[in-house]
């Protein structure tokens, strides 16, 4: 098994940064696609980013030229580094890894907790 842990959020100002950082510890042969989803009160879960282990990144159209996703394969982590925060960013932030726990094994969707980011004045 495999888990998921993020940390990082917090209550920011409009236009201010926060950092969320996601690790992953158990049992792990490899990860392939590392991401980050969020979802805000009485909205659906949607895409943030998400990078493959090569380093291929993908955005949301809304968070593009804001948010950063980088991820350091031997640690197992992946993080968001978010600027230009809005009030629309506000949301439970979630960490997602396909992770392979053994060799020749199908990877696996493991998900966080998730963590809160709040922007508000």
Aim: with cysteine.
């Amino acid at each position: 098994q495999a888990q998921l842990v993020e940390s990082g959020g917090g209550l920011v100002q409009p236009g201010g940064s926060l950092r969320l950082s996601c690790a992953a510890s158990g049992t792990i042969y490899r990860i392939n696609d590392m991401g980050w989803y969020r979802q805000a009160p009485g909205k659906q879960r949607e895409l943030v980013a998400t990078i493959t282990a090569g380093g291929r990144m993908k955005y949301a159209d809304s968070v593009k030229d804001r948010f950063t996703i980088s991820r350091h394969n031997a640690k197992y982590t992946v993080d968001l580094e978010m600027n230009t925060l809005k009030f629309e960013d506000t949301a439970v932030y979630y960490c997602t890894a396909d992770v392979v726990l053994q060799l020749f094994d199908q990877p696996r969707e493991y998900w966080g907790q998730g963590t809160q980011v709040t922007v508000s004045s």
